[in-house]
């Protein structure tokens, strides 16, 4: 039985990994298109990349939004999971269930309710509006990660605290924030591959100036395919096994 889960663990992972597989080697194609067997090995299709004039903006715009993006989502995120597990309210349930709603809310949906709000108060087509919009996309894992940690945090350091005369920020910067930093890092990686690959709100809501590296991918696949689109997507892979390592890495901790 052990041998047959082992097995069927390995046939998922498998097929969750073969496109990836599958992209890898043609990013490193001497041709110009998307077959088997390679007709050589070649590094033109990251030059192209890296020489571009849009590749290299887009990713500059996909980092800054990410990290804008996953500051606000820490920024917002602390404080509602703290308040959440702090308070017993008649509607927490509730409370949480909306902050978690970007999670299931279909992205169309968020995108043209952001587009409709942000129009009016100027912060379409621009990086702000961008950085916000991928930032409320991010705070639901801030919330989930910081509960996490505070599942395992004693209350009753706090109230020793308060009884030695801290005050309650003064015992939340000094005792809670160091035990639950773990989780709070987690919680923005997660924001920042989360805005990383997020392509629909970016269609909406950004301009000629605020391409991303997906939405530059989305384009690039419109009239005619380039490998380097296969280029960038390998970089997209790497930024995120980066993050995954990161992240397990925290976990652990």
Same mark, same amino acid.
């Given at each position: 039985? *052990?041998?047959? @889960? ?11 990994? !073969? ?18 067997? @390679? ?16 590749? @290299?903006?887009?990713?500059? #715009? ?7 993006? $996953? ?6 995120? &602390? ?8 308070? *017993? !309210? ?34 379409? #087509? ?12 991010? %705070? ?55 805005? @990383?690959?997020?392509? %629909? %709100? ?9 391409? &991303? ?12 395919? $380039?490998? &380097?689109? !296969? ?16 992240? &397990? *890495?925290?976990? *652990?901790?």
């Amino acid at each position: 039985m *052990r041998v047959l @889960l082992w097995a069927f663990g390995l046939a998922v992972l498998l097929f969750l990994l !073969l496109p990836v597989l599958a992209i890898l080697p043609l990013s490193f194609s001497a041709g110009g298109f998307l077959h088997y067997p @390679l007709p050589g090995f070649s590094l033109r299709w990251y030059r192209d990349f890296l020489a571009s004039d849009f590749w @290299l903006p887009a990713l500059g #715009n996909s980092l800054v939004v990410g990290l804008g993006a $996953s500051a606000l989502a820490v920024a917002f995120g &602390t404080p509602a999971a703290f308040g959440l597990w702090r308070a *017993r !309210l008649p509607f927490q349930g509730a409370i949480l269930a909306v902050l978690l709603a970007p999670l299931a809310v279909p992205g169309i949906v968020v995108a043209v309710a952001l587009l409709l709000a942000f129009g009016r108060w100027g912060l379409a #087509n621009s990086h702000a509006g961008l950085i916000l919009a991928h930032a409320m996309l991010g %705070v639901p894992f801030v919330v989930v990660s910081v509960l996490a940690s505070l599942a395992q945090f004693d209350p009753l350091l706090l109230r020793a605290a308060a009884s030695c005369g801290a005050t309650p920020l003064h015992a939340f910067r000094r005792i809670c924030l160091p035990r639950i930093a773990p989780g709070i890092a987690a919680g923005a990686l997660f924001a920042f591959a989360t805005s @990383l690959d997020e392509v %629909v %709100v970016a269609l909406f809501l950004g301009g000629p100036g605020q391409r &991303t590296l997906p939405r530059q991918m989305f384009a690039g696949l419109g009239d005619q395919i $380039s490998l &380097t689109v !296969l280029a960038a997507a390998c970089v997209m892979v790497a930024l995120s096994v980066l993050l995954l390592a990161l992240g &397990t *890495r925290l976990r *652990r901790r």
